[in-house]
């Protein structure tokens, strides 16, 4: 029993991650209708600059947390302009071409920005100081340590963040209304190329808080760490149906949990097939994902 | 270009290396020791002169002073496409294959190194091509099917003893029914949907391979793979299996073909246009497409026999998702769809870095780059088929 709830624990702080990454997914895929795969770059872009500002900072004498929490917003704001950027140079022009067109496009990116950080950064992971968030709490076998804490903390804070700017702002409300239909959206005053660049920038953002995360979670970040938890998050966004906030959240903590149970009751070899296993799995059975809407047959 | 273009056009190159510039230096400039200017402005140097540079290049492109150079280009070029069109057909195969047959015979063991590599790579793409190219369905797990097709002839040489003729056909088989396997449940999706769940299918074989210690010995690899032999007399020079993956690359370019223009062919190209509309003329869109499925990942299942037989070792890390991002770009470079495209984007991805080798580390940032580029600036590739139409569904 206690193992169980350990893993329990483990899963919703794995969960977390996933679900602030798999936001990132379903918001461009819900407003463009494409799958961003230079996505898992900016969640490791920004574990990159955690690391990379932590340690400056902590270099000129500044208190750990303070350290943490610049760094953090600081990275979530370099992933933004990075973000834009990306969308800028190499999907905005391709909004009119085919799909392929742009899904190749992003490959590219991504691949390139993997590159990008390899050669500024090397090829060797790169070790986190993870003191900042050391010790925890112990009940018996089952132990909750600060870092958990943050993180799901931290996590659910970016999430109410992200429900008040989605529900309750201006822009908020310009991107469900494009998202719904881009046509209408622009007739009625939208400036859709905005709400594009806006939701590119906060889903980087907060994949940036989730390379923070793992980061201090495992102690070291790595150029390519982007590629697996991207793919995870993914399928993610698609377990919870594609387009919809709720779900990436729900398909997020599904994901995480999955992974770790599967790891620790099944084998820890194959925990990355699980994963990819829903995925096939719900595209096959329910390609809606769990609280989709009724989808057309393109996206399908 | 008016000035007010043209300004427009220097103010947008500005606020880009501008924004570059602030993306960048964190990366370069902050270090534990302090900060640090002067190595992101040298790069970031090299990168504004260039671009400068090819502002520059542009705007006197676009304001006809280099007419003088482009137009005699221009006007031999079609001289030459004149030419090529008059050219009985079989001269000009004539010419490449007989080139192809004499070139390991003039160079040496480094350009017969390359060659095959070539070789692998142009029937691994024509494989690729018949499913992402004829048949439209994007594929990102292609290499599973070369990693099927490798193992294959490593376990089968080594448990069963059997020689690399009788196990080529049989690595096409199990990789064709592997593809049947990938294939069934995903032909349902269709675009980019597809494209993850092949991408999870790639992920998943390339796990079992680096996971399954009884059978392949996992992330280790299986060493000592036997040589292929003819008559007993076994093919230990580098030359001799570049003329085995020749014939293997020359079958699999006849093959493409003839399939491209059979019946099948054409019901493949109808569904990659528009798959409602191909199904209500009787196409049998299921089957066919299981069909393409299955017919790409022979093509690499004999190539990943080969590659085994080459390199005498498999390991998982042969077929990570980075190698099908390789062949797809290799396709869409050249041309999706057109044979001699193919093979184009195969030397200039393959073929052409070996030039470069002094910035082997560039590599992939170049060719991330060039794929995105090549998508907005050229997205039908170097050679494009003549029979692509536009899918309708993506029309409106």
């Known amino acids: 029993m206690e193992f169980f709830i350990q893993q329990l624990i483990n899963g919703i702080t794995l969960g977390a991650v996933y679900a602030l990454i798999a936001l990132g997914y379903t918001m461009v895929y819900g407003i463009i209708q494409l799958i961003n795969f230079a996505h898992g770059e900016f969640f490791a872009a920004g574990g990159y600059m955690g690391v990379i500002l932590i340690s400056y900072l902590a270099a000129q004498g500044l208190h750990p947390y303070a350290c943490l929490g610049i760094s953090l917003v600081l990275s979530m704001g370099y992933c933004a302009l990075l973000a834009m950027a990306v969308e800028q140079l190499a999907y905005k022009p391709l909004r009119q071409a085919s799909r392929l067109a742009a899904l190749l496009s992003a490959l590219g990116m991504s691949i390139f920005l993997q590159n990008g950080l390899m050669l500024t950064q090397g090829v060797y992971d790169k070790p986190y100081p993870t003191e900042i968030t050391a010790g925890g709490f112990e009940w018996g076998l089952i132990s909750v340590s600060y870092m958990q804490i943050f993180i799901v903390g931290l996590t659910a804070v970016l999430l109410v963040a992200l429900n008040i700017l989605v529900f309750k702002t201006r822009i908020g409300r310009a991107m469900r209304a494009t998202s719904q239909d881009k046509v209408m959206a622009a007739l009625v005053g939208i400036n859709s190329n905005r709400v594009i660049a806006t939701t590119f920038a906060i889903g980087a953002a907060l994949a940036a808080a989730a390379g923070i995360m793992v980061g201090l979670y495992y102690g070291s970040v790595n150029y390519s760490m982007g590629f697996v938890p991207g793919i995870k998050a993914f399928a993610a966004a698609v377990l919870g149906g594609i387009g919809n906030i709720t779900g990436a959240l729900i398909g997020g903590l599904i994901i995480g949990m999955v992974e770790i149970f599967a790891a620790g009751y099944i084998s820890g070899e194959y925990k990355d097939v699980f994963a990819f296993v829903i995925l096939i799995g719900v595209l096959y059975f329910r390609p809606t994902g769990i609280m989709g809407e009724n989808v057309d047959d393109t996206r399908v | ?396």
Not at chain 2, 34 to 42: A, P, R, V
Not at chain 2, 159 to 175: E, Q
Not at chain 2, 266 to 276: K, S
Not at chain 2, 370 to 385: C, S, V, Y
């Open chain 2, 1 to 396: 270009m008016t000035t007010q273009e043209s300004k427009k056009l220097w103010m947008a190159c500005g606020v880009g290396l501008i924004w570059f510039l602030i993306l960048l230096w964190p990366l370069l400039g902050i270090q534990p020791e302090g900060l640090e200017f002067g190595k992101t402005f040298k790069v970031f140097g090299y990168i504004a002169v260039a671009a400068v540079f090819i502002m520059f290049f542009y705007q006197i492109k676009e304001a006809g002073h280099l007419d003088a150079v482009g137009d005699p280009i221009v006007s031999a070029k079609g001289r030459f496409q004149e030419l090529y069109e008059k050219t009985p057909r079989w001269i000009l195969l004539s010419i490449v294959l007989g080139f192809a047959i004499v070139f390991p015979l003039v160079t040496g063991r480094y350009a017969h190194d390359v060659s095959i590599s070539v070789l692998i790579y142009i029937c691994l793409g024509l494989g690729l091509n018949i499913v992402v190219g004829l048949a439209g369905l994007l594929d990102l797990g292609y290499i599973a099917f070369y990693g099927v097709g490798a193992y294959t002839y490593a376990l089968m040489s080594l448990h069963f003893g059997m020689s690399f003729w009788l196990c080529l056909p049989i690595a096409g088989v199990t990789a064709a029914v592997a593809g049947s396997i990938v294939g069934y449940p995903t032909l349902r999706m269709r675009g980019d949907y597809l494209a993850i769940v092949t991408l999870g299918f790639g992920e998943i074989v390339r796990l079992i391979f680096n996971n399954w210690m009884g059978l392949t010995n996992g992330p280790n690899g299986i060493l000592s793979i036997p040589r292929p032999d003819i008559f007993g007399f076994e093919l230990n020079k580098l030359w001799m299996l570049y003329y085995v993956i020749l014939v293997i690359a020359v079958i699999t370019i006849i093959a493409v073909y003839r399939l491209n223009f059979s019946r099948i062919g054409r019901a493949w190209e109808a569904i990659r246009e528009d798959e409602t509309a191909a199904e209500l003329m009787g196409v049998n869109t299921f089957l066919l497409k299981l069909l393409a499925y299955a017919m790409g990942a022979t093509f690499a299942g004999f190539a990943g026999a080969f590659f085994a037989a080459r390199m005498r070792f498999v390991g998982p890390e042969s077929f990570t998702f980075l190698e099908s991002a390789m062949v797809l770009a290799m396709v869409v470079l050249g041309g999706m769809g057109s044979i001699p495209g193919v093979i184009l984007g195969v030397l200039a991805l393959v073929a052409l870095p070996e030039l470069f080798r002094e910035f082997e580390l560039y590599r992939m940032l170049v060719f991330g780059g060039t794929m995105t580029l090549m998508m907005l600036i050229r997205p039908a590739g170097i050679w494009p088929a003549s029979r692509v139409g536009r899918r309708s569904e993506e029309a409106d």
